[in-house]
T-cell receptor, first 117, second 114 residues
Framework: DAGITQSPRHKVTETGTPVTLRCHQTENHRYMYWYRQDPGHGLRLIHYSYGVKDTDKGEVSDGYSVSRSKTEDFLLTLESATSSQTSVYFCAIEVNDRGPSGANVLTFGAGSRLTVL | QQQVKQSPQSLIVQKGGISIINCAYENTAFDYFPWYQQFPGKGPALLIAIRPDVSEKKEGRFTISFNKSAKQFSLHIMDSQPGDSATYFC?????????????FGTGTSLTVIP
C-alpha cells in the first residue's frame, strides 16, 4: 500500500487497557492522518500531523492521542480503550497525484482492525 | 454536519449493467473531487478524480459526471463486473496543500451479481 505499513493489523483488547497503533511510511511525506471507518459513518478524521511534533485534532479526537517523533512514524494511542472505539483504523499520507490537476490526494494503509471487549 | 452527502448506501447491479453513485456538497471552496474504491480487508484506493472546471472525466469503464451549478457529482460504472464489487467513497478537498481539508461521503457498497 504505497509505502505505508500499519501495525498491528488486528488486535483484540479489553475495556480500559491502553492501545497504540503504529503507522510507518517510507516516502518522507509531511502530512499523515488517522481515520476510523465505521458502517454508516464512512471515514472520520481522528487526528492528523503536518510535521514532526506538529499534530492537530480531527472531528472524532476524543479518547485518542497521537505522536510523531519522526517523519516516518505516526502513532495513535487509545489511553483507555472503550467498546465504542471498536473500529477499523486507517492511516493515510497526503501525496501529489502528479497528474495535470496538481492536486493532493490521500494514500491509505491497509488498516488496523481493533476490537475492544 | 456532513460536508459531502453520498447515496445510495448500497447498490446491487447485474453484470453488464450501469452502476451510478451520487454525491452532493455545499462548500463551493472545494476544488477537487476524488473517488475511492475499497475492497474488503484493504484500504481505500484512489480510483478517479475531477476538477470543477470539467463536466465529465472518463477512465475506462469509470466516468465522473460533475454539475457545478447543482453542486453534485456522480460516478458511473459502465458494463459493471463482479470484480467491481467494493465500497466506493466520494470525497472533496480544497487547496493544493490541503492539510486536513479532505471530506468523505459515507460510502456505497456495490454488489455486482454475475
Amino acid at each position: 500500500d504505497a509505502g505505508i505499513t500499519q501495525s498491528p493489523r488486528h488486535k483484540v483488547t479489553e475495556t480500559g487497557t491502553p492501545v497504540t497503533l503504529r503507522c510507518h511510511q517510507t516516502e518522507n511525506h509531511r502530512y499523515m492522518y488517522w481515520y476510523r471507518q465505521d458502517p454508516g459513518h464512512g471515514l472520520r478524521l481522528i487526528h492528523y500531523s503536518y510535521g514532526v511534533k506538529d499534530t492537530d485534532k480531527g472531528e472524532v479526537s476524543d479518547g485518542y492521542s497521537v505522536s510523531r517523533s519522526k517523519t516516518e512514524d505516526f502513532l495513535l494511542t487509545l489511553e483507555s480503550a472503550t467498546s465504542s472505539q471498536t473500529s477499523v483504523y486507517f492511516c493515510a499520507i497526503e501525496v501529489n497525484d502528479r497528474g495535470p490537476s496538481g492536486a493532493n490526494v490521500l494514500t491509505f494503509g491497509a488498516g488496523s482492525r481493533l476490537t475492544v471487549l | 454536519q456532513q460536508q459531502v452527502k453520498q447515496s445510495p448506501q448500497s447498490l446491487i447491479v447485474q453484470k453488464g449493467g450501469i452502476s451510478i453513485i451520487n454525491c452532493a456538497y455545499e462548500n463551493t471552496a472545494f476544488d477537487y473531487f476524488p473517488w475511492y474504491q475499497q475492497f474488503p480487508g484493504k484500504g481505500p484506493a484512489l480510483l478517479i478524480a475531477i476538477r470543477p472546471d470539467v463536466s465529465e472525466k472518463k477512465e475506462g469503464r469509470f466516468t465522473i459526471s460533475f454539475n457545478k451549478s447543482a453542486k453534485q457529482f456522480s460516478l458511473h460504472i459502465m458494463d459493471s463486473q463482479p470484480g467491481d464489487s467494493a465500497t466506493y467513497f466520494c470525497a472533496a478537498s480544497m487547496g493544493p496543500n490541503t492539510g486536513n481539508q479532505f471530506y468523505f461521503g459515507t460510502g456505497t457498497s456495490l454488489t455486482v451479481i454475475p
